[in-house]
């Protein structure tokens, strides 16, 4: 992955460029919004990542002119400020996503990667398969070598979410996020439980394991 | 706060009193004259008609019973020998004066008039005493042969209406100045009496904002509203005031004990700092104790955002039955992993306007809560039902419940039943879940005489969606 980030704090951009060096990625740093608009229309990047609070300029900002003028790169903003006013503003300027600081490495990463990833294809496609699973959207028939499964509303749709972003990492956030529509963050296994009650009718009566949990990070769809 | 005393303030209503007084007057002054115009020309006809009147009924007199019958009846004859300058006081004595003449134009009865015979109605002038009067003539045939001149005063009604009136207009001008004057003072008085009273009242409050609240009597005039409202705006105050200093207590607990115990952590670091298995345990521990900052601080951000009320703007109607039922199915094996039993009775179709992702944080709350402090396999249920005006939510569990003592401040921030604050949490789960009650103009309580914890919220719902 290309990846710009636009940063104005040094101890953040530090934390970011190590994880994303021990990953094998290729970072390219700079510190106000000025070059980031700049760097973001001259290079090729899979995908953008922007602080909010930066020098003489609102992230927000930088990234409505960078819409205006079409540059489509998928952009996460990231941010201390954490309420919905904000998180609406960012949506709103053309942001695809948003995190709150402090966050973890891997939850930052696993939303570059599915950004980066992102295939329009995918998102409108009727039927979503891996491997020998195979979900219809219209009918809402879930199948593992041709036996139908039977799944919880909740449950379809995590299965579902998982089948979009295969082979990527899959935070318990993003599953809050988009599963259940939640900007909080309950106390509870609530994510956990589903999961295993999704692994135990998804993998278990099955030889190969195709949810696989990565520690301290969420989960992937990965046959490997 | 500044303690400088306000100077007395001096309110007037005079312009606007004298103002509308005035406006008032001059309407009755205009109508009064209008209304004079009227009453003068009418007058003035009425004169007329009665030579005309009196003409008919000589008319009627001669053609019934004659000549004769006529001079009769009509005695008020003016013999001009007496007083030959006497013709205006005579006639002002007799009102009416008349003279008859035959065919040849010779005066035959009745008084000498002063005037030549005209027929019809005239007006003539004439000067008496350096006064000027003005006299009505009117001409008619009595007969072939016969013309009958009559006389009369025309009494100059006008001049004397017209100062009688301007006499009474300047008469009301004076007293409406007056009375202006008097209400002026007297609405001035009460008024700035009033104001004073509730600047110096102020002033006080200032001093000792806690205790004093402005005096209101049982008059409910808008004074007493203001007084009310700045009462509660003081109170509100009060409130906030409140909350900061009980937040600085929850910060003190909860943030600084999980901080010192990073700093702790950091030198048991820099001690074990050759023990790669110890190195680990502490970085866990301390990662840990800032997570729970982290949260911590974004449930207060989060209880801020909720309780400014920004988010009201975004309410949407929703299907709050789909919501709850939906919710409760997530948490249901949540429950059942944990030994518990979660009943859920869900009415359909109730809709209302709001948040769901704050509607959702409120339930998840409270049933969290009911699966960390309810026994092991209790019962807990979540119950939604239409009520009154409104809708009921009900969620609970059959034990063991929070103590009494315990049960008034269960809602504050940073109030956490385990005083030694051990356990996991931070005591905000409740205040935000009341915060979204407010929001949502729903009310939130705790019911006592219960084996355990059950919350009720009612909440105002869109009929017939």
Same mark, same amino acid.
């Given at each position: 992955m290309k990846i710009l980030l636009v940063e104005d704090d040094l101890d953040t951009a530090e934390f970011i460029g190590r994880g994303v060096q021990q990953q094998g990625d290729a970072l390219t740093h700079v510190t106000d919004a000025k070059q980031g608009m700049l760097q973001a229309s001259i290079g090729e990047f899979d995908v953008m990542i922007f602080d909010r609070l930066l020098p003489h300029m609102d992230g927000i900002d930088a990234i409505r002119i960078l819409r205006e003028s079409h540059i489509e790169t998928p952009i996460i903003v990231l941010t201390a400020l954490a309420d919905t006013a904000d998180r609406v503003a960012g949506l709103d300027a053309g942001a695809d996503d948003y995190l709150v600081k402090p966050f973890a490495f891997s939850e930052l990463y696993a939303r570059l990667k599915a950004l980066a990833r992102r295939s329009p294809l995918k998102q409108e496609a009727l039927e979503l398969s891996f491997a020998d699973l195979t979900l219809n959207r219209a009918t809402q028939v879930v199948t593992r070598a041709h036996t139908v499964l039977d799944l919880m509303p909740r449950e379809y749709k995590i299965l579902e979410f998982l089948l979009r972003h295969p082979h990527q990492i899959v935070t318990k956030t993003m599953l809050l996020e988009?599963?259940? #529509? +939640?900007?909080f963050d309950p106390k509870t296994s609530l994510v956990q439980t589903h999961m295993s009650r999704l692994r135990n009718k998804v993998? *278990?009566? %099955?030889?190969? =394991?195709l949810i696989k949990t990565v520690r301290g990070s969420g989960y992937v769809l990965s046959d490997k | 706060m500044s303690s400088q005393t306000n100077k007395p303030i001096h309110f007037s209503v005079a312009r606007y009193v004298l103002l509308a007084a005035l406006l008032g007057f001059s309407l009755i002054a205009i109508s009064a004259l209008v209304f004079s115009t009227l009453a003068i020309s009418s007058a003035n006809n009425a004169q007329q008609e009665v030579l005309y009147e009196t003409r008919d009924e000589a008319l009627a007199i001669f053609e019934e019973d004659g000549l004769d019958e006529l001079l009769t009846l009509y005695d008020?004859?003016?013999?001009?020998?007496?007083?030959? @300058?006497g013709f205006i006081p005579a006639l002002e004595a007799h009102h009416i004066l008349y003279a008859v003449y035959n065919a040849q134009g010779e005066? &035959? !009865?009745g008084s000498r008039l002063p005037f030549d015979y005209q027929q019809a109605m005239h007006v003539h002038s004439m000067t008496y005493d350096e006064e000027t009067f003005t006299v009505l003539t009117l001409g008619f045939e009595l007969s072939d042969t016969l013309t009958v001149h009559l006389a009369r005063l025309q009494y100059d009604e006008a001049s004397e209406v017209l100062s009688h009136l301007l006499f009474a207009l300047i008469l009301g001008l004076l007293t409406t100045v007056l009375i202006s004057a008097l209400v002026t003072l007297l609405i001035n008085r009460q008024v700035n009496q009033r104001l004073n009273t509730l600047t110096q009242q102020l002033d006080g409050i200032a001093q000792k904002p806690d205790s004093s609240r402005l005096s209101t009597s049982n008059h409910t005039d808008s004074f007493d509203q203001l007084a009310c409202t700045i009462n509660q705006m003081l109170d509100d105050i009060a409130a906030l005031n409140r909350n900061m200093q009980v937040m600085s207590v929850g910060i003190a607990h909860d943030l600084k004990t999980p901080l010192s115990r990073v700093a702790n952590r950091l030198q048991l670091m820099l001690q074990d700092i050759d023990d790669r298995a110890m190195l680990n345990q502490h970085i866990e521990r301390a990662d840990e104790s800032l997570r729970a900052i982290i949260t911590t601080f974004n449930n207060l951000i989060r209880l801020n955002d909720i309780e400014s009320? *920004?988010? *009201? @703007?975004?309410f949407k109607a929703l299907d709050l039955s789909l919501l709850i039922q939906d919710l409760a199915d997530s948490y249901e094996p949540v429950f059942a992993d944990s030994g518990r039993q979660l009943e859920i009775s869900v009415v359909e179709g109730v809709h209302c306007l709001g948040d769901s992702d704050l509607l959702s944080q409120l339930i998840c709350n409270l049933l969290e809560n009911a699966l960390e402090y309810?026994? !092991? @396999?209790a019962n807990v249920w979540v119950r939604l039902q239409y009520h009154t005006t409104g809708a009921l939510l009900q969620i609970g569990d059959n034990? /063991?419940? &929070?103590?009494s003592e315990a049960q008034a401040q269960? +809602? =504050?921030? %940073?109030?956490? #039943?385990d005083t030694s604050r051990g *356990? /996991?949490?931070?005591?905000?789960g409740l205040s935000i879940v009341k915060a979204i009650c407010e929001l949502h103009d729903a009310h939130i309580n705790l019911l006592t005489q219960q084996q355990g914890a059950v919350f009720n919220i009612e909440l105002p719902i869109n009929q017939g969606k």
């Open positions: 988009h599963v259940w #529509g +939640f900007s993998d *278990k009566p %099955f030889d190969i =394991e | 008020n004859v003016w013999d001009d020998a007496d007083d030959p @300058q005066h &035959i !009865a009320g *920004k988010r *009201k @703007q975004g309810s026994n !092991a @396999q034990g /063991p419940g &929070i103590p269960v +809602f =504050e921030r %940073f109030y956490r #039943g *356990k /996991p949490g931070n005591g905000l």
